[in-house]
């Protein structure tokens, strides 16, 4: 009795922290479509977020500047923190509040900051997950990390693919892994920027 008891209650804690990240994504995007700014800062870890997205425009920008990157090399993961101090600025008008609610809705940053014409994969919306069977397929869940690739109706390279980490006992988007041709734009910007 005892050895059953305790596999239902394993199993149902498991079950638990394996719905609890979707059930997370869809009150975000539920936030999203509100553009409910107080709810944003509670869903979103805004200092984690912008870190990720300067890592990433600063390796596009030194990649279409001419360097190469090796991530073994030392001296290269401190080109690449340089630049990510110089895309500080663009990360941060981005990744306002306001900023984000634009990223995640429309699928790329607000006009002001991007104003060249990318195609957009889409927004954070129902849709763009899809049903629930397809968000499952298009995820990963890890010990205190989960990953969701959307939309879901699009090639992988033009998914965006938000990682959600567990902060307590709540997810909180913390990682947003942009499309190809969007980290070539912020780069192609930090560059017209660099020029001013």
Do not use: H
């Amino acid at each position: 009795m005892r050895l059953t008891l305790f596999i239902l209650v394993t199993f149902g804690l498991w079950l638990g922290y394996a719905i609890s990240p979707f059930v997370s994504v869809y009150r975000l995007i539920g936030v999203v479509a509100e553009r409910n700014v107080s709810e944003l800062s509670e869903r979103v870890d805004f200092p984690a977020l912008r870190t990720s997205l300067a890592a990433q425009i600063a390796t596009t920008y030194l990649r279409i500047t001419g360097k190469a990157i090796d991530p073994e090399s030392i001296v290269d993961r401190l080109a690449v923190g340089v630049a990510a101090s110089i895309a500080a600025p663009l990360v941060a008008e981005m990744i306002s509040p306001e900023g984000l609610l634009d990223l995640l809705q429309q699928g790329r940053p607000s006009a002001a900051i991007l104003s060249d014409s990318i195609p957009t994969p889409g927004g954070l919306n129902s849709e763009a997950l899809g049903n629930i069977w397809r968000a499952y397929l298009n995820s990963e869940l890890g010990i205190g990390r989960f990953f969701l690739n959307v939309p879901v109706d699009k090639p992988r390279d033009e998914r965006f693919k938000l990682a959600f980490c567990l902060r307590g006992f709540t997810w909180q988007l913390c990682a947003i892994e942009l499309p190809e041709p969007l980290q070539i734009s912020l780069a192609q910007e930090l560059v017209r920027r660099g020029k001013q």
